[in-house]
């Protein structure tokens, strides 16, 4: 089985920065990518950053040049440097693993982490 820690989340004010933390352990192999979503109440998850095995990241519009994802690959770590953290940024934030498997594709999910932004 798959397990997915998550940390760093809380409360910080307007333009302050938060660096949530995920770490993967058990039966992890064929790294495809790993990321967060999030999910604020009343909307749906949506992406907000990925990283693949070979370093290829993609945000989602409203995070970049304040949003930083990167990855320990030998840790099975991933990492999400939030910076001008805005109101808007309020929401569960979940890590994400995508395994590629022979003949099929897995997900799995962290327990996810709250971000509150507010004064």
């Known amino acids: 089985q798959v397990r997915l820690v998550e940390s760093g989340g809380g409360l910080v004010q307007p333009g302050g920065s938060l660096r949530l933390s995920c770490a993967a352990s058990?039966?992890?192999?064929?790294?495809?990518?790993m990321g967060w979503y999030r999910q604020a109440p009343g909307k749906e998850r949506e992406l907000v950053a990925a990283?693949?095995?070979?370093?290829?990241?993609n945000y989602t519009d409203s995070v970049k040049g304040r949003f930083t994802i990167s990855r320990d690959n030998a840790m099975n770590t991933v990492y999400l440097q939030m910076n001008s953290l805005e109101p808007e940024d309020t929401a569960v934030y979940y890590c994400?693993?995508?395994?590629?498997?022979?003949?099929?594709?897995?997900?799995?999910w962290g327990q996810g982490t709250q971000v509150t932004v507010s004064s």
């Open positions: 994400h693993l995508g395994l590629a498997g022979r003949w099929a594709s897995y997900n799995y």
């Open positions: 058990g039966s992890i192999f064929n790294i495809k990518a």
């Open positions: 990283i693949t095995s070979g370093g290829d990241t």
